[in-house]
């Protein structure tokens, strides 16, 4: 089965700075490849995604990165700022049985200190 | 407009009772799934539904767990003679159907204490 690994798992930042987390996942066959922000108390929310036929994908300050032949993909956020303190969780998932079930990897915690 | 919501938000149950843990999807909604969130891990898959199927339940840690789906809609996980190692967050996500880039949309999550 799939195994997807999330580096680091806590990230401290100044505000303004960048923030990269970086997933490596194992199966080939994997095609598609969302990112959710998890704030405390509260369930995991879809911030950005990306396919397997598409290098790179930005939205505002966030953008995510595709290496297929390397098996990895990144998260980086720009100009961060306090709000988006919270859990970053990277996932891919391919068709199984006819369906899509995501593997997550074990999360970031990122901290942006005011 | 109303997204997932799960009940109860907290549950503490004494080792050996059964709990039961409900989740209401976005209307229209015919995808379900069930996940599990221990402290400092991801989210481990355990079930999925597509419409009141469960087509593969490899995912449930024990056969102390089973989860039902009635009419489509609402969902309901049961944990049978609950064990300290159950504690976590039960999180319920549901998509519009089970296609590659159907956007999962999680409730609030149980956090169940087995004491």
């Known amino acids: 089965g799939e195994n997807v690994e999330q580096h680091p798992s806590t990230l401290s930042v100044q505000e303004g700075d960048s923030a990269v987390i970086k997933c490596t996942y194992s199966?080939?066959?994997?095609?598609?490849f969302p990112w959710y922000k998890q704030e405390l108390g509260k369930g995991p929310q879809l911030i950005i995604d990306?396919?397997?036929?598409?290098g790179e994908k930005k939205d505002q300050r966030i953008a995510v990165t595709l290496n297929k032949t390397a098996k990895h993909f990144s998260l980086h956020i720009t100009e961060t700022q306090p709000e988006d303190s919270a859990v970053y969780f990277c996932?891919?998932?391919?068709?199984?049985?006819?369906?899509?079930?995501?593997?997550f990897g074990r999360g970031t915690s990122l901290i942006v200190h005011p | 407009g109303a997204g997932v919501s799960q009940s109860p938000s907290n549950k503490v149950t004494e080792k050996g009772k059964d709990v039961e843990l409900r989740c209401d999807p976005i209307?229209?909604?015919?995808?379900l799934y069930w996940y599990r969130q221990s402290l400092g891990q991801g989210l481990e898959f355990l079930i999925y539904?597509?419409?009141?199927?469960?087509?593969?339940k490899s995912g449930l840690p024990s056969d102390r767990f089973s989860a039902e789906r009635t009419g489509g809609s609402v969902s309901t996980l049961t944990i049978q003679r609950t064990q300290q190692e159950d504690s976590a967050v039960y999180l319920c996500?549901?998509?519009?159907?089970?296609?590659?880039?159907?956007?999962?949309?999680f409730g609030p999550g149980t956090r169940l204490t087995v004491l």
């Open positions: 199966d080939s066959a994997s095609n598609y």
């Open positions: 996932a891919a998932s391919a068709a199984s049985g006819g369906s899509y079930i995501p593997t």
């Open positions: 539904f597509q419409g009141n199927s469960a087509p593969d």
């Open positions: 209307s229209g909604h015919t995808a």
């Open positions: 996500a549901s998509s519009l159907a089970l296609g590659a880039g159907d956007e999962q949309f």
């Open positions: 990306i396919r397997s036929n598409v």
